[in-house]
C-alpha cells in the first residue's frame, strides 16, 4: 500500500495510536521500520549496558527513541546516549538533547544506516555517531567536522574505527574492547 500524502510532520506522529508499528518520519513521508534481528538486538543490550556501566552522570542511555531532527524527519536510533537532564516524560528528542547516536546496520537498513542516517545527524547537529556493522562486529566512530556538505549542513568525519577496542576521548574516555558488545 502506498502513502498518499509525503507532508507529514512531527505534529502527525504524536497523534499516532500507543499500538501504532514502529516509524520514522522521513522527508514527510511515515515509514514503518522493520522488526530487528535477535543478532542485532544482542549487540544492542550489549552496547547498552556497557554505556551504563561506563557513561558519566550526565549521561543517560536510551534505546529506539524518536529524535525529531526537523519538522518533516524524525529518526529512531538503535542506541543514544542523551543529557540527564532532559524530563523522563518525553518520548521525541531534540537533536540537542542528543550526545550520541548509534546505528547497527541490518540486513534491511544497510542503506539508510550507512549513508541517510549519518547525513541527517549531522545535519541536525548531534555530535557523535557510531555505526556498528555485524559478523564481525566493527565500530566505526565519528564527530561533527569543521566540513561543510553541499547544503551548507555540516558533516561528521570519521574519528577511529575497529574489530578489537575502539579509543576515544569524547564524548566521554572510552576504552570499548569490541568482544564486550559481541554476542
Do not use: C
Not at 88 to 111: C, F, H, K, N, Y
Amino acid at each position: 500500500m502506498r502513502q498518499q500524502r509525503a507532508d507529514y510532520t512531527l505534529a502527525d506522529l504524536r497523534t499516532l495510536p500507543d499500538d501504532a508499528p514502529r516509524v520514522e518520519l522521513v522527508d514527510g513521508v511515515i515509514q514503518v521500520t522493520p522488526s530487528p534481528t535477535l543478532g542485532h538486538q544482542d549487540i544492542s543490550l550489549l552496547l547498552s549496558r556497557w554505556l551504563l556501566q561506563h557513561a558519566p552522570g550526565d549521561l543517560r542511555v536510551t534505546q529506539a527513541v524518536g529524535v525529531g531532527l526537523s519538522s518533516n524527519t524524525s529518526r529512531q536510533p538503535d542506541v543514544l546516549l542523551r543529557r540527564a537532564d532532559v524530563p523522563s516524560d518525553r518520548s521525541m528528542l531534540r537533536p540537542s538533547d542528543v550526545v550520541l547516536a548509534v546505528e547497527i546496520v541490518s540486513p534491511g537498513t544497510r542503506r539508510v544506516d550507512r549513508f541517510a542516517t549519518r547525513g541527517e545527524y549531522a545535519a541536525a547537529g548531534i555530535p557523535f555517531y557510531w555505526r556498528i556493522e555485524q559478523d564481525p562486529v566493527h565500530v566505526y566512530a565519528y564527530r561533527i567536522g569543521d566540513r561543510v556538505g553541499p547544503g551548507g549542513e555540516r558533516q561528521y568525519e570519521q574519528v577511529t574505527d575497529g574489530a578489537n577496542v575502539i579509543e576515544l576521548t569524547e564524548p566521554f574516555e572510552i576504552k570499548l574492547p569490541i568482544a564486550e558488545i559481541t554476542p
